[in-house]
């Protein structure tokens, strides 16, 4: 372990963190509101903390190997979570304790949206405009940032991206060399970012409504500035737009490349994960359009597709934006959609869950096991675009499966151990595992009326979600840290 090197990382980092309190400190500025001296105190403090670490080894120069690079990551985000929690914890208004600053904040950097704010539209701007921004980072990664921009991570840097970047397969790179695959990924991310509030402003939001929002859409976060989110405008071209930029984040960002750099759209139509993404959310829609429309829920038929069509692809790709209450929603269908963010988005996108090309290798894998009962003798391979899948990418699938579900099972007993019921429980794990935000019970609106114990328990869960579990886990093992 090299442990000068890691130091140093985490001292650039956080120095780079530092420059995210600048753009809500300008807000506030301009506003003249209280939190002035809250954003200039924190990005003292850890441009500080950052300094504090990286000086005394700014001149350690030594190649980062990939277990540095699984370490760098999990104290990064770790870290990263406790100082992006100063802003609600120092600001006057809201008054928030500890526990729920941190929760907020890995919330925010994770992309879940899971909130305990009540009463957004009173919070000040600067600080409204704090918590997209964070989303907006944590979508990407700010670490794949880091790897694109600082030349000095260079070195070791294929490291850190195979660690923070989400998916079962992350060695294809776009370009020869991993900061221009990183660069790459962000031109690909921030153009979309600003096509999509460029859209929601012709639409009707303000524009900062609009930029806000574009945050947690293409991060598929799903923080708003109003606590009816989405459903505040009461406008069915903004929704629109949401839907569709919600699909575009959850598709693998290295065939939005890809497709750009080609002008061709086959890269998409060839690609089994985004057809097999597309054919559930399409099936997701028509299930919950014609149970609403049949029910009568709303007072006529387009209002309930609308909002059918919203809440499917939202839920379904983590992001977690709402225009209407679907918690409420009769018989079967919030229970149908809190099961459908399990699948979440694909790999390399912004979405969370267990990731599209996971879920269809499972079922390929289901599928080949009932033919081997037939015919015992037979090689089936399992075929993704005609071509065969390696069975160590099956044999990794099906540890994470069962790694995902051992750790849904622990955690699900000990929130309901902390007094949860078990409808409030279960979608409180599944909402933060997948990185979804809102859930069922009484996290349907928000978490601010549980317990702090459970709050940490689903800090934990964001994270482990986040990072993909394995790269939490990886650092718990015994053979990690042996020489």
């Not at 009173?122 to 790897?147: C, D, H, N, T």
């Not at 629109?240 to 890809?258: D, E, G, K, P």
């Not at 209407?324 to 959609?337: K, M």
Request: charged share 10%.
């Amino acid at each position: 372990m090299q442990l000068l090197v890691i130091q140093k990382i985490l001292g650039l980092l956080m120095m780079l963190f530092s420059t995210t309190m600048l753009p809500p400190l300008a807000i506030a500025l301009s506003d003249q509101d209280k939190t002035v001296k809250t954003f200039m105190l924190c990005f003292l403090l850890i441009l500080s903390i950052g300094a504090f670490l990286w000086l005394p080894v700014h001149r350690v120069n030594r190649e980062l190997r990939l277990r540095d690079g699984f370490v760098v990551v999990v104290l990064f985000w770790a870290g990263l979570g406790l100082v992006g929690a100063m802003p609600f914890l120092l600001a006057s208004f809201p008054d928030m304790t500890f526990t729920d600053s941190l929760f907020e904040s890995v919330s925010g950097l994770t992309t879940t949206g899971a909130t305990v704010i009540m009463g957004l539209e009173q919070l000040p701007k600067s600080l409204l405009f704090y918590r997209q921004e964070l989303q907006w980072l944590g979508g990407m990664g700010i670490i794949v940032l880091a790897v694109a921009i600082l030349p000095m991570l260079g070195i070791g840097g294929m490291q850190l991206y195979r660690a923070e970047t989400p998916g079962p397969i992350k060695d294809s790179k776009l370009t020869p060399r991993i900061t221009e695959t990183a660069k790459a990924l962000w031109y690909v991310y921030l153009s979309l970012t600003i096509a999509c509030a460029l859209m929601y402003w012709i639409a009707g939001m303000s524009l900062f409504d609009a930029v806000s929002h574009s945050f947690s859409t293409v991060s598929i976060g799903g923080f708003s500035t109003h606590d009816q989110s989405i459903g505040y405008f009461d406008n069915r071209l903004i929704n629109t737009i949401a839907v569709v930029f919600m699909l575009i984040a959850a598709i693998n960002f290295t065939l939005h490349f890809v497709s750009w750099r080609s002008l061709s759209l086959n890269t998409y139509r060839k690609d089994s994960e985004v057809k097999a993404l597309f054919g559930v959310l399409f099936v997701l829609c028509v299930i919950t359009c014609v149970y609403l429309v049949s029910l009568g829920n709303y007072d006529d038929t387009q209002s309930a597709i609308s909002h059918g069509i919203f809440q499917s692809v939202s839920i379904a790709t983590t992001t977690g934006f709402t225009t209407t209450a679907y918690q409420t929603w009769p018989t079967f269908l919030p229970v149908l959609l809190i099961f459908a963010s399990f699948m979440g988005g694909c790999a390399g996108s912004t979405g969370g869950g267990l990731k599209v090309i996971r879920v269809v290798l499972l079922y390929k894998q289901g599928k080949r096991e009932i033919r081997r009962l037939v015919h015992p003798n037979a090689i089936i391979p399992i075929k993704l675009g005609g071509k065969p899948v390696d069975e160590a990418v099956i044999n990794a699938v099906w540890g994470f499966f069962a790694a995902y579900v051992a750790i849904f099972a622990l955690l699900l007993i000990l929130l309901m151990a902390t007094g949860l019921d078990q409808v409030t429980a279960f979608s409180a794990v599944a909402a933060c595992l997948n990185n979804l935000g809102p859930g069922l019970g009484d996290v349907s609106a928000h978490y601010s009326g549980i317990n702090d114990m459970s709050k940490w328990l689903l800090c934990l869960a964001m994270l482990l979600g986040r990072l993909e579990i394995f790269t939490l886990l990886v650092l718990m093992t015994p053979t990690f840290w042996r020489k």
